[in-house]
């Protein structure tokens, strides 16, 4: 069984950071691409980053946080993380890991989420 656990949520004030973790149990976590998404209050869910398992591990981000945000992996610990930096009020949102087996995107898993609070 599958399980992603996110941790790392909080209040912040306006230019704080955070760093969000994701645990990952029941798959080959170097197998799978990995993303972070969020959903803001009245919103759509919308994608945050990516990062591969291939080789390069090569990352991709929403335009609304690139230059601030970066995500990384450890496969030694089964774990995915979204450094947060230069946080804005229009970053709020739940924040969601979730695991991709084949790179295609369908992301078939996902974890419960955990909120990100930033204060103007």
């Known amino acids: 069984q599958v399980r992603l656990v996110e941790s790392g949520g909080g209040l912040v004030q306006a230019g704080g950071s955070l760093r969000l973790s994701c645990a990952a149990s029941?798959?080959?976590?170097?197998?799978?691409?990995m993303g972070w998404f969020r959903r803001a209050p009245g919103k759509e869910r919308e994608f945050v980053a990516s990062?591969?398992?291939?080789?390069?591990?090569?990352?991709n981000y929403a335009d609304s946080v690139k230059g601030r945000f970066t995500i990384s992996r450890d496969n030694a610990k089964n774990t995915v993380y979204l450094q947060m930096n230069s946080l804005k009020p229009e970053d709020t949102a739940v924040y969601s890991c979730?695991?991709?087996?084949?790179?295609?995107?369908?992301?078939?898993?996902w974890g419960q989420g955990t909120q990100v609070t930033v204060s103007s």
């Open positions: 979730a695991a991709d087996p084949t790179g295609r995107g369908g992301f078939p898993y």
């Open positions: 990062i591969n398992w291939w080789s390069d591990s090569s990352t």
């Open positions: 029941g798959l080959t976590f170097s197998r799978y691409v």
